[in-house]
């Protein structure tokens, strides 16, 4: 760890030799610091220009000059391709700088950070993993690793068991020549704690972008991102490029915005060699020379007309606006399109009406829109007994298209003419989605939590069916015990809809195992023989193991907290062998944290077997009906 990316920097290339009478490769459109670290260890910076569709150093189309290292920087939400980078320049060090990538993914699937013969991060106050001021240093190179050690805490290496009476964990390394880089305990203590909230921040601000990006007009401007980026969350901000904004001083503009929606928007950096930071000629050391004349500013204006372009033609949107809720950002959408159109007209955010009520439940429905059922399952939504405010997302896993279905069908549910329903389309493409449908139902989940501002939430699969005093039951429950998670219990139905009257445990696909649950659970009362009713408890011991269970369908969750807590998307292998799924990991998080939850001890789920989570049990089914 570092004290600040800058140091980050120094000591990647003091670990790789790189000092004075070298040349180190630095893109033009990025911070200043990565050009003055260059200058600190003695090396000379030389300035690639960026990409035209890019603000990454374009490596592919530049006559790159002898160097002696690479700064290979993530910039904004785009990515350097690492590996084309190390082909071209074989033999020469790369650093990776994934100060504005902080838990992003390249193509491949792999997690940038991990293609450079070093890697860094910065984790100064405006970044995505915010320690005041901190960065560091990663290798998967042990002796590396102990002569980065030593470079950061004056040449000394920790040790393990210290004597008595010693002061700290260090002693001499023997190694390499050092000098304080060290990140403080209190900045590492708040790192570790933003460290703890970046899966969660990470899908929030992936949603908030793609939603921002559907508001967006194709004559107002657009948005520069690369999709792995996007799909990680990871990023540090976002270029947006009017199409017809007048003037080329975006003052004007960040002003606008401004006051239109309270969003607080950056410039695209300058080139580092026109930045009014970058001055090297003031300090001794460095050995500059006399400041640049006016012939050599026009110089380097000509030699990086990309990275010009970027910082006179573009804004950037920081990665904390796609932290905010839809309103706020369906604000900032308009106001983007306004600039990009070249019309600064006043747009007035939008802001609750006198009375307004914040919808009190959100139904929040996952699909792949394959299933003809889903009509069925919104229909029950809309025959719901409950008069409260609520409203309905359909969020579609769209495979191939299978989307285009789901309109017809919400239509033929008839839902919409009750309650406000909104339809999102997730089209994962190349962004790295798990596979494993578990996983992937979890993710979808966690997406749709973003995307709804209710106080309460409840999930219904599409091939369940509700019935119609379901949500009454449940909320008329959680008014009157004042606690933040309530479920119902559920009735069996086989795949064809009829009820069901299990003769053996339907989620478990060992016969001799599944017979035995059964027995066990209705020993204690979850099950009764000869009905179809399952009693779900949060908790049920049996020999010493708890079975409780409760499907996700049956829950009421006060959305604060199912947003502390999220869906965890992880499924280790005794997890597919054991059929753990997501609603299980929620329960037995829920019991971890000792959440109060109660029951309504009423049946109003009707389950259907035989969906994704227990596809084995089609057949078993058809024979238990002979």
């Avoid at 929030?204 to 559907?214: I, P």
Wanted: charged share 20%; glycine share 8%; net charge negative.
């Amino acid at each position: 760890m570092a004290s600040s990316g800058s140091s980050a920097i120094v000591m990647a290339l003091q670990a790789l030799g790189i000092g004075p009478g070298h040349r180190v490769l630095v893109p033009a459109t990025t911070w200043v610091a990565c050009a003055s670290s260059v200058l600190r260890v003695g090396a000379e910076p030389v300035f690639v220009d960026a990409q035209p569709d890019s603000p990454c150093a374009d490596l592919d189309n530049t006559s790159i000059p002898q160097v002696d290292g690479v700064l290979a920087v993530h910039t904004y939400a785009s990515q350097v391709n690492v590996a084309a980078l190390r082909a071209r320049l074989p033999g020469i060090p790369i650093i990776e700088d994934c100060s504005h990538a902080h838990g992003a993914w390249a193509a491949t699937g792999q997690p940038l950070g991990s293609f450079g013969d070093l890697s860094l991060f910065s984790f100064q106050a405006t970044k995505v993993l915010a320690s005041g001021e901190g960065g560091a240093v990663v290798t998967d190179d042990l002796e590396m690793a102990l002569k980065l050690t030593a470079l950061a805490t004056d040449s000394r290496r920790l040790v393990s068991s210290p004597g008595a009476g010693a002061l700290n964990c260090l002693e001499p390394a023997d190694s390499v020549h050092g000098a304080n880089h060290s990140m403080s305990e209190f900045s590492s203590a708040v790192l570790w704690e933003q460290l703890n909230q970046l899966p969660e921040l990470a899908v929030k601000r992936a949603s908030g972008l793609r939603f921002l990006s559907g508001l967006l007009d194709e004559d107002a401007g657009s948005l520069i991102f690369d999709e792995t980026s996007a799909a990680s969350g990871g990023f540090y901000g976002v270029p947006f490029c009017p199409r017809n904004l007048s003037r080329p001083d975006y003052s004007e503009a960040i002003e606008y915005i401004r006051g239109a929606c309270g969003a607080q928007i950056d410039r695209v950096y300058p080139p580092i060699p026109l930045s009014p930071l970058y001055r090297p000629w003031t300090v001794r050391t460095y050995g500059h020379g006399p400041p640049p004349s006016e012939k050599t500013v026009r110089t380097t204006i000509s030699q990086l007309p990309n990275s010009v372009r970027w910082h006179e033609g573009s804004l950037l949107l920081p990665h904390a606006l796609f932290l905010a809720d839809h309103d706020a950002l369906a604000n900032l959408g308009e106001a983007l399109n306004q600039v990009g159109r070249g019309r600064l007209s006043c747009v007035v955010a939008t802001s609750p009406q006198p009375g307004h009520k914040t919808a009190d439940v959100c139904v929040i429905v996952v699909t792949s829109g394959m299933r003809n059922s889903l009509a069925d399952a919104l229909r029950t939504v809309a025959a719901q007994s409950y008069t409260g405010p609520c409203s309905v997302l359909v969020l579609c896993d769209d495979q191939n298209g299978s989307a285009a279905r789901v309109p017809t069908l919400i239509t033929e549910s008839c839902v919409e003419e009750r309650w406000p329903i909104r339809m999102v389309n997730v089209s994962f493409g190349r962004m790295g989605a798990p596979t494993d449908t578990y996983s992937r139902v979890a993710l979808l989940r966690n997406v749709a939590l973003t995307m709804t501002t209710a106080s309460r939430v409840s999930f219904l699969d599409d091939d369940n069916l509700w019935d119609s005093d379901h949500l009454s039951s449940l909320v008329e429950l959680m008014d009157e015990s004042g606690v933040p998670a309530v479920h119902s219990w559920r009735r069996l139905l086989s795949p064809d809809g009829r009820p069901y009257v299990p003769t053996s445990f339907p989620w478990l696909a060992n016969p001799d195992a599944a017979i035995k649950r059964l027995r066990q659970l209705q020993d204690v009362g979850v099950f009764e023989n000869g009905s179809d009713v399952v009693r779900d408890r949060m908790s049920v011991m049996v020999d010493g193991e708890d079975l409780g269970m409760v499907d996700m369908n049956e829950w009421l969750l006060d959305r604060n907290l199912i947003n502390l807590i999220g869906f965890e998307i992880e499924r280790t292998q005794a997890d597919v062998i054991n059929r753990i799924g997501e609603d299980d990991k929620l329960l037995q998080r829920l019991r971890d944290l000792l959440v109060p939850i109660r029951c309504t001890e009423r049946a109003t789920l009707l389950y259907r077997l035989g969906g994704y989570s227990n596809s084995e049990y089609v057949t078993s089914s058809r024979e238990n009906q002979r």
